[in-house]
Every structure is written in C-alpha cells, then in structure tokens.
C-alpha cells in the first residue's frame, strides 16, 4: 500500500475488498491478505478523518 495514497482512494479500495469478500471471490490465503490490507486501510482513513477534525477544530476556536 502506497504511504501518499488519497482517502478517496483508500475508500474505493475498502469497498472493492468487501465487494470480493461478499461475493466470495476470495480463497482463505487472499482473504488474510486483504483483511490485513483492508484493517491498514481503516487505520489511515481514521487517521486523517481525527487530523482532519482537529484541524478543523483549531480553526472554529
């Protein structure tokens, strides 16, 4: 996973991955894959979203 990737395009890749797995398209080797791709995922989403936030925070005080 690319370090400047966009949350825009960490979304799209999460909604991809739950795509595969609701469909079943997955073995149990590419579903530990992309389960460890897909929880990196959400860390950085929720990184910038709590960046974001605070950002936004110091600029209404």
């Known amino acids: 996973?690319?370090?400047e990737m966009k949350y825009e395009a960490a979304m799209e890749r999460l909604e991809e991955i739950a795509?595969?797995?609701?469909?079943n398209q997955l073995d149990i080797d590419e579903l530990t894959k992309v389960l460890k791709?897909?929880?990196?995922?959400?860390k950085?989403?929720?990184?910038?979203?709590?960046?974001?936030?605070e950002e936004i925070?110091?600029?209404?005080?």
């Open 1 to 3: 996973m690319k370090a």
């Open 19 to 23: 795509e595969q797995i609701e469909r």
């Open 37 to 42: 791709e897909a929880q990196q995922l959400i």
């Open 44 to 53: 950085k989403c929720k990184d910038k979203l709590t960046r974001t936030d």
């Open 57 to 61: 925070q110091k600029m209404l005080s």
